[in-house]
């Protein structure tokens, strides 16, 4: 939750290769108080059933600057296992890394201001990723 001297922030991810909410993605939140100010981490949590992540650590006062990092490698890998002769015509291992995906993580630097909530969902697949400011 916001307050008058802080932001808030929350996000979620839909899997646009299957239209679905993206479940187990481990989420990191950082924060820093000014463009030149070092980084620092303030825990994190993981997306639900439905994709979304409602309880990452509340921004500290003075927060100028947030970066979520999805860590999506472990979440595309057992998508692999499950699913992998769902997309024939696409393999997700082709053209990617070492270990089969092209994006093991992705990070997401977006400035706030105090007062304000930020919505941040992430709309991935294998090979691409989309976020916006969401309501």
């Known amino acids: 939750m916001s307050t008058d001297t802080t932001a ?3 996000t979620h991810i839909l899997d646009t290769s299957i239209g679905r909410p993206a479940e187990g993605v481990a989420i990191a939140l950082a924060a820093r108080a ?5 980084w620092v981490a303030l825990g994190g949590s ?3 059933a439905d994709g979304r992540c409602k309880d ?5 006062e003075g927060t100028t600057h ?5 860590q999506t490698e472990s979440y595309f890998l057992s998508k692999q296992n499950k699913q992998a002769e769902a997309q024939q015509d696409a393999p997700a291992n082709r053209d ?8 093991p993580e992705v990070a997401i630097t977006f400035a706030v201001v105090p007062g304000e909530h930020y919505h941040v969902p992430l709309l991935l697949n294998p ?3 989309s976020v916006y ?3």
């Open 56 to 60: 990452l650590p509340a921004l500290p």
């Open 66 to 70: 947030v970066r979520l990092d999805f």
């Open 127 to 129: 090979f691409g990723y």
């Open 96 to 103: 990617s890394g070492a270990s089969g995906v092209f994006f």
């Open 133 to 135: 400011r969401g309501s």
């Open 46 to 48: 993981a997306t639900d």
């Open 8 to 10: 808030s922030v929350s």
């Open 34 to 38: 000014g463009s030149d100010a070092a």
